[in-house]
């Protein structure tokens, strides 16, 4: 099944689409998709839900697509975690995790624009497994524990503008990372048992010509390492969202122009579904 969340900016309401391509409203079990609907078992209340029958079917036509989780109080983001992109980075595979944080409100839909900063010549496309964590993780002793943790997966798109990353900041990369819109998510959030997060076909493409064709076996480690990681110096809460890195093929190798207002990028996971942005002017 996947988790929606469809709506107007600001009037997102809760969704789940069903394996036979059915969609239901899902406001009589929670009046979001969020943090507190994850931590309460809400992924297994929507299940029961289904098989029980009680659910409204929902007529979606013509709603906008939202991002899949509401409000993350986190982003937290590893970079160079696919050796052939640490390589066109100029970059060693690195020994542990590279980590750095979006600002929460960079999470936009799947679907809006983007926008190129002011004066912005380096902007970045970066496809990404999302991981959206469903139980609390502190200090995780292995990665099955990790697992238990997640929730979920989803589609991200981690844009960059890497001059404000790796030039005017000092390599302070976040700075790079948190201009408005920066995030698109979604479409989905599709439940962690429904997945393998190691074996995901995972591309993109800018103005329909194919850039990253990768899968995620090729990561340096994995959503549950990583998880694992993470948990040894922050707690990770429900509904928090970390990006887990992007492979070879972003404007940054020099192969590619970057973004300029007008282009289109989309991207995808094989099963997670689909994004597509148009780049606006900030």
């Not at 036509?61 to 409000?71: D, F, N, Y």
Request: charged share 20%.
């Amino acid at each position: 099944m996947e988790l929606l969340r469809l709506g107007a900016v600001g009037e997102e309401r809760p969704y789940v689409r069903d394996a036979d391509g059915t969609v239901y409203d899902l406001t009589s079990v929670t009046a979001d998709i969020d943090g507190a609907f994850l931590g309460s078992d809400g992924i297994g209340r929507t299940r029961a839900a289904l098989v029980a029958g009680s659910l409204p079917v929902a007529s979606t036509e013509g709603l906008r697509v939202g991002a899949p989780i509401a409000r993350p109080a986190a982003v937290v983001c590893v970079g160079l975690n696919y050796a052939a992109h640490a390589a066109e980075s100029g970059a060693e595979p690195p020994k542990n995790p590279v980590v750095f944080f979006k600002h929460p409100n960079t999470v936009v839909g799947p679907n809006d624009d983007v926008l190129v900063p002011r004066g912005s010549a380096k902007t970045d496309w970066e496809v990404e497994l999302a991981v959206v964590i469903g139980k609390t993780a502190r200090y995780l002793s292995s990665d099955e524990e990790a697992l238990e943790c997640i929730a979920g997966y989803t589609v991200s798109n981690d844009v960059s503008e890497r001059a404000l990353q790796l030039e005017v900041s000092g390599g302070q990369w976040s700075k790079g990372k948190c201009c408005e819109t920066f995030n698109p998510l979604g479409p989905a959030l599709v439940p962690a048992d429904e997945v393998d997060p190691q074996n995901l076909d995972l591309k993109s493409w800018v103005n329909g010509e194919i850039r990253q064709d990768s899968n995620t076996r090729d990561m340096i480690f994995s959503a549950a390492a990583l998880v694992r990681d993470l948990s040894q110096y922050m707690t990770l809460d429900p509904g928090d969202i970390v990006n887990t890195g992007t492979p070879e093929g972003v404007a940054l190798s020099g192969r590619f122009p970057y973004l300029s207002p007008g282009d289109t990028v989309e991207c995808e996971i094989q099963g997670l579904g689909r994004q597509k942005q148009t780049l606006g002017k900030a």
